[in-house]
């Protein structure tokens, strides 16, 4: 013990190493073995590779990925297939009656001669169809000025008070003490000698050729009561004043609601002539090939936009039909209350900018100085590369290009802008924005939402055919809160299909798919874009006439001149 009490210090050193030693040899053998099982690991993978790269190339494996190529490739033939055959089921070209045969506008065949003829029917069958694709809508429109003052007129007569009855052959004059007269044998009150007067004796008291977005309750009540005849009042002698009677302003206004509830359920939406794109199109216009060619489009254009708000309304009518069986229809049940107004901005070419382009940039939702939706914000930072801009033969161009895709015409479509401003609630937005890309190629843009009522949407860059903030208040939208919907679309045409499909192995136009844009237009892409142009394009450009490629003189380039007959 003792021994150990004086070596205590050095037996306690070694027991300490002793058992450090003996960890450390349990944690490296440990350690060893873990590192010898991955580098064995490694090693097997190192074999196989080795196996793999000496036994050579396996011809199964091969041929199943040269199939699997294959079958992709077949299957997005089929696709862009299918894709092209929707383009020609969908987009209609318009078909013209020349001496009873049926000629196309487009494409534009170089052996017909009286090519004029074409131009001239043109606007009357583009008028036509427009018209067709508003009817499809199932319009409606607010009442008139003329109608709300008949309304009134029969309204206040009816709510004025019964005068006392007086013998038929009597005539009573007006003034305090005035004494009844017999009435001579024969005679006639003033007002019976102009029976159509009597009956249509409002007129004298309208300004003569109100228009109906000039119809407004303000201005009905702009100098109180309207002073008009009223039927069956007796009328002075010429040489005194007519004897009328004040219009109440409370007929007034029940005349506006009646017949607001009355249009209301004649039609499923607001809508006429000034909601549609160019409508009242010329037929003393003169127009070139690449004008008539995009007037054609703007129609395909327009219908996907109809048969999108006529796909969503008849949801909304669905639905309200089921709910509740029997409840109010018209206006009041759509999804789609009112189209303000539909505008094709044009095809989309890119151009090469320089430095230091101070061109404004799109700047989305946003108005600059009251302009029109879509308006430029000018760029601070702008810097070389590509900008997008408008091609519109014959049209104006409007704002700047959205830059949201960044799509332009190239060698595989061609891009088209759009916009369209609707009333509607917003909650069947997402509806609308289905059914509208389920037509085609179809991409939302921008959006703008806002208040109908406002006095900002009156200013001098309103939208066209927004009417003012009193316009307003002859719609009736029913009982659910409403806003104005701007909306700027994207639409997409194949040039197999705008272009024409060229068939390499019979060295000629695809019967199915003839080219349909004319050289007129491939000629202004190219002086943008030159890149956007694919080789049987260029092909054409270089084989067309002279005058294929500059206008006749009748078909002119000239924008707004007029013809002489």
């Known amino acids: 013990m003792k021994f150990i009490k004086d070596n205590a210090f050095i037996l306690g050193t070694l027991l300490l190493v002793l058992v450090v030693g003996t960890v450390s040899f ?9 590192s010898q099982s991955s580098i064995k690991q490694y090693v097997r993978l190192s074999d196989k590779l080795v196996e793999i790269y000496r036994s050579g190339v396996n011809p199964q494996k091969v041929s199943l990925a040269k199939k699997r190529v294959e079958q992709m490739r077949k299957l997005a033939q089929q696709t862009a297939q299918a894709f092209l055959e929707k383009n020609r089921n969908d987009y209609k070209v318009i078909v013209l009656d020349i001496s009873g045969k049926k000629i196309p506008i487009f494409p534009v065949d170089p052996k017909f001669k009286d090519r004029e003829t074409l131009r001239l029917l043109f606007p009357s069958e583009y008028r036509r169809q427009v018209r067709m694709l508003l009817h499809s809508l199932k319009p409606t429109t607010p009442p008139t000025a003329q109608e709300i003052l008949e309304e009134a007129a029969k309204i206040a007569a009816s709510l004025a008070p019964e005068k006392t009855t007086q013998p038929s052959d009597t005539i009573v004059p007006r003034g305090l003490g005035s004494r009844v007269f017999p009435r001579p044998a024969g005679g006639e009150r003033g007002y019976e000698k102009y029976p159509r007067r009597r009956e249509f004796g409002i007129e004298r008291g309208l300004r003569e050729g109100p228009e109906r977005r000039g119809a407004l309750p303000g201005e009905l009540h702009r100098r109180g009561s309207t002073v008009i005849p009223v039927p069956g009042r007796t009328l002075e002698d010429k040489s005194r004043p007519s004897n009328r009677q004040m219009l109440p302003p409370a007929a007034q206004d029940l005349a506006i609601q009646k017949l607001k509830a009355e249009k209301a359920q004649k039609g499923w939406i607001y809508a006429d002539a ?5 409508a009242d199109l010329s037929d003393a216009r003169r127009y070139n090939d690449a004008e008539l060619f995009m007037k054609q489009v703007s129609l395909w254009v327009q219908k996907d936009i109809v048969d999108a708000i006529n796909r969503t309304n008849e949801q909304a009518h669905r639905e309200v039909a089921r709910i509740a069986a029997g409840s109010e229809q018209g206006v009041v049940a759509s999804a789609v209350k009112r189209l303000i107004s539909i ?3 044009g095809f989309v070419v890119a151009k090469a900018s320089s430095t230091g382009d101070t061109r404004g940039e799109y700047r989305f939702g946003a108005r600059k100085g009251g302009g029109r939706f879509g308006a430029p914000a000018v760029s601070q930072d702008s810097t070389a590369g590509l900008s997008l801009e408008y091609l519109c033969p014959g049209g104006e161009v409007v704002g700047l290009v959205p830059k949201l895709t960044g799509r332009n015409c190239n060698t595989l479509y061609d891009v088209v802008h759009y916009d369209f401003t609707v009333i509607m609630p917003v909650r069947y937005l997402p509806v609308l924005y289905q059914n509208l890309m389920m037509e085609n190629f179809h991409t939302i843009l921008d959006v703008q939402i806002e208040n109908p009522y406002l006095a900002s949407n009156t200013g001098a860059g309103r939208t066209r055919g927004a009417g003012t903030a009193q316009d307003q208040q002859l719609y009736y939208y029913g009982n659910e809160s409403v806003m104005r919907v701007s909306i700027v679309g994207e639409m997409v045409l194949l040039t197999d299909w705008i272009r024409g499909k060229w068939d390499d192995e019979k060295k000629q136009w695809d019967e199915d798919f003839p080219p349909l844009m004319p050289v007129d237009l491939l000629k202004q ?12 394009d260029r092909a054409r450009l270089e084989a067309a006439s002279p005058k294929e490629t500059v206008p006749a003189p009748f078909g002119g380039s000239r924008w707004g001149a007029e013809r002489r007959w």
């Open 26 to 34: 349990i944690f490296a053998r440990t350690n060893n073995a873990k």
């Open 274 to 278: 000034q909601s549609m794109f160019e």
């Open 525 to 536: 892409i190219n002086q943008i874009n030159p890149a956007a142009l694919r080789k049987e």
């Open 343 to 345: 505008n094709v901005r």
